[in-house]
């Protein structure tokens, strides 16, 4: 059990490296991928305490291999200037797959760590972590619903929408991180 703080600290810091985007002109010098395969890297140290760390392995990985597509990025629209064609709706399409992949890839990843700290007695702790992670799977299913909703309203509302999915993206992904830091804290006293 002594590699389990270890191992949950580095999901937390994978998704840390997901969360955070700088880029420079066109690219992205915290790509996404890097972030995604700390991810695997602590899940494979995990995968003998539950199963469902190894499809949250198995998500990670396809995650890596598609955000490996978002390194470069071209330079921001306008919005006055955007205009659907063919390749934003592709691009569209892969951010909401993207999304998708992600938050079953964070559940899978909960449900372990949760089945573990059943397992340790922590009852109190793991029933609390799945209101966490309900909140979580809710406002991230939220966020990425309202998204096609942007393409059928003006701007003022598409602002609107779009602010509220950011907003959201973050305050879940934050509420992720907490729950990680509060599991790590818990199995350092096992």
Known sequence: ?????????????????????????????????????????????????????????????????????TIFQGPPIPMDEFSLSNLSLFLMFISSVHGILHLFMVYYALLGLIEMAEQEGF??????????????????????????????????????IIGFSIVTTIIMEIIILVLLRQFRIRFLTV
């Open 123 to 160: 009852m109190l702790f793991a029933k609390s972590a799945k209101k966490g992670m309900f909140i979580y799977v809710i406002g991230t299913f939220a966020s990425l619903a309202a998204i096609p909703f942007f393409m059928n309203v003006n701007d003022s509302e598409g602002f609107l």
């Open 1 to 69: 059990m002594t590699n389990i703080p270890s191992s949950i600290n580095k999901v937390f810091w994978g998704l840390i490296l997901v969360l955070i985007d700088i880029n420079i002109i066109i690219i992205d010098i915290l790509p996404d991928f890097i972030g995604y395969f700390i991810i695997v890297s602590s899940l494979k140290q995990l995968l003998t305490y539950s199963s469902h760390f190894s499809k949250a392995r198995g998500l990670s990985i396809c995650l890596a291999l598609l955000s490996l597509v």
